[in-house]
């Protein structure tokens, strides 16, 4: 068996304390291969985000463990763990977070920049990401200006800059219209078929978990068992 690209075991997050405690983790635990297409499903407050910024080493857990590739991430100095976040994982999240009043290709070239990459690089790679989502004539675009289509696009170029392993996106959709939604969901999807890269999708949308290899559904902080994890 090969090892799973992402597993965690019995995974708890406790918020607040005292009469405010809330236990959003209560023992979660799931196993990822590379190459899958994983949603994770439910309600508002059931806890997705809480597990997947814990999955993505954005937070840390209360109790269990996150293996990535095999290795346990607790075993990680804060450098390392940096270092094997910015180059495994890419995220995509439903508020774009990115800089306004730059211009695309510098909001894309972020992640290069803080990792030290000098400007002609930046540009060279950032300017393939962004042909690759077919944004290359707004590379000098201020972001600010663009549609909210275009904005996603942007945060996935962004997001794929570091040529990632896994992709993690939080209602990566929520944002667009139907329409506008379904193109980046292909975007998404193609990704994830033609170019490996492992999807790891929260959202509170059914139609769309419904196009993932796998569908993990959380609720109140706990795993439930539907019997209809894999697509038939
Ligand atoms: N920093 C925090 N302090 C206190 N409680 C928190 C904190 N972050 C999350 N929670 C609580 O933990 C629970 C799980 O939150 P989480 O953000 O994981 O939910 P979610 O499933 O992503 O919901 P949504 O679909 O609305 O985004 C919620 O009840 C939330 O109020
Ligand atoms: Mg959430």
């Known amino acids: ?31 990822i291969d ?18 997947m910024h ?34 495994m994982f890419g995220f995509v999240f439903q508020q774009f977070f990115l800089n306004p009043g730059s211009s695309v290709l510098e909001n894309v070239a972020l992640p290069l920049k803080i990792a030290g990459v000098g400007s002609r690089e930046r540009r060279t790679r950032g300017m393939a990401v962004l042909e690759q989502l077919e944004l290359a004539d707004k590379a000098r675009n201020k972001a600010g200006n663009l549609s ?24 990566p959709t929520g944002n667009l219209d139907t329409a506008t939604g379904r193109i980046v969901e292909d975007i998404l999807f193609d990704l994830n078929s033609n170019h490996g890269i492992t999807l790891i999708t929260v959202t509170h949308d059914h139609d769309l ?20 994890e894999h697509a038939a």
């Open 54 to 87: 814990i999955l993505a080493l954005l937070d840390t857990p209360g109790g269990g463990q996150v293996h990535v590739d095999g290795t346990d991430a607790k075993t990680l100095s804060g450098r390392r763990l940096n270092a094997l976040r910015n180059t």
């Open 209 to 228: 978990a419904a196009r993932f290899n796998r569908r993990l559904y959380i609720r109140d902080g706990l795993l439930i068992n539907t019997g209809e």
């Open 148 to 171: 909210g289509g275009q904005k996603q696009r942007v945060v996935i170029a962004r997001a794929l800059i570091n040529s990632p392993q896994v992709l993690f996106a939080d209602e």
């Open 1 to 31: 068996m090969p090892v799973p690209i992402l597993a965690a075991q019995d995974l708890t997050k406790t918020y607040g304390r005292g009469p405010d405690r809330f236990d959003a983790l209560k023992g979660v635990s799931l196993e």
């Open 34 to 51: 590379r190459g899958d297409s994983v949603a994770i499903v439910g309600k508002s407050g059931s806890g997705k985000s809480t597990l």
